[in-house]
């Protein structure tokens, strides 16, 4: 069956450092996103990527980055960990038809101390 | 204002009785509109997709949508324990899937 796998699960790392998020997909799709979501705030979209090589700046972009360099990957980087992007990280796809629903990943915990 | 809006609850209703969900959203070209369910420690999982005016029915659960209004619901019929989760409200403008969730509506069902 088709899915979409983050890892790790669970990830503690310190302020300043870089992290990097995987994110991958056997449904082929070519629409991929990521989201934090935070009590209070729901999920907020950071990026997404609408095909290879494609990335686009969501609500809450900043300290993050992504590439897309194949359909099924889409990772998430932290360039300089920060305490205030400790939260719980989905990833999710989207198909190829307009308006199709949002697949999610199980999620990441980062933790920044 | 948030683009959508949805009461954060907590919604308590006894078993078997009908939980009503409400969610606004701000933007009129608004086109999709989705109902996902979180449980508490996992990922949200979709329950309902609703696209036209009107009612749609899936089970023991109903959207609604008005567009004239702005606003989507989310009726469950004979509620369970189980069917205690957080419920999110998502609202899509175009065709790129680019969805925008409320903070979500957590429903207590209690035996």
């Known amino acids: 069956d088709a899915e979409i796998t983050q890892s790790p699960r669970h990830k503690i790392t310190e302020t300043g450092r870089q992290v990097t998020l995987a994110c991958h997909q056997t449904?082929?799709?070519?629409?991929m996103f990521w989201y934090r979501q935070d009590l209070g705030h729901g999920l907020r979209l950071i990026h997404y990527s609408y095909g290879v090589h494609d990335t686009n700046k969501g609500e809450v972009s900043d300290g993050y980055s992504v590439s897309r360099s194949n359909t099924e990957d889409l990772p998430l980087t932290l360039e300089s960990a920060a305490s205030s992007q400790t939260s719980v990280y989905f990833c999710?796809?989207?198909?190829?038809?307009?308006?199709?629903?949002?697949?999610f990943g199980n999620g990441t915990r980062l933790t920044v101390t | 204002q948030k683009e959508v809006e949805q009461n954060s609850g907590p919604l308590s209703v006894p078993e078997g009785a009908i939980a009503s969900l409400n969610c606004t959203y701000s933007?009129?070209?608004?086109?999709?509109f989705f109902w996902y369910r979180q449980y508490s420690g996992k990922s949200p999982e979709l329950i309902m997709s609703i696209y036209s005016n009107g009612d749609k029915e899936d089970g023991r659960f109903t959207a609604q949508l008005n567009k004239a209004s702005q606003y989507v619901s989310l009726l469950i019929r004979d509620s369970q324990p189980s069917d205690s989760a957080t419920y999110l409200c998502?609202?899509?403008?175009?065709?790129?899937?680019?969805?925008?969730f409320g903070g979500g509506t957590r429903v207590l069902v209690k035996p």
């Open positions: 933007d009129r070209v608004s086109q999709s």
């Open positions: 999710a796809s989207s198909g190829n038809r307009g308006y199709s629903p949002l697949h």
């Open positions: 998502a609202v899509n403008k175009a065709a790129g899937n680019k969805l925008t």
């Open positions: 449904w082929n799709h070519n629409n």
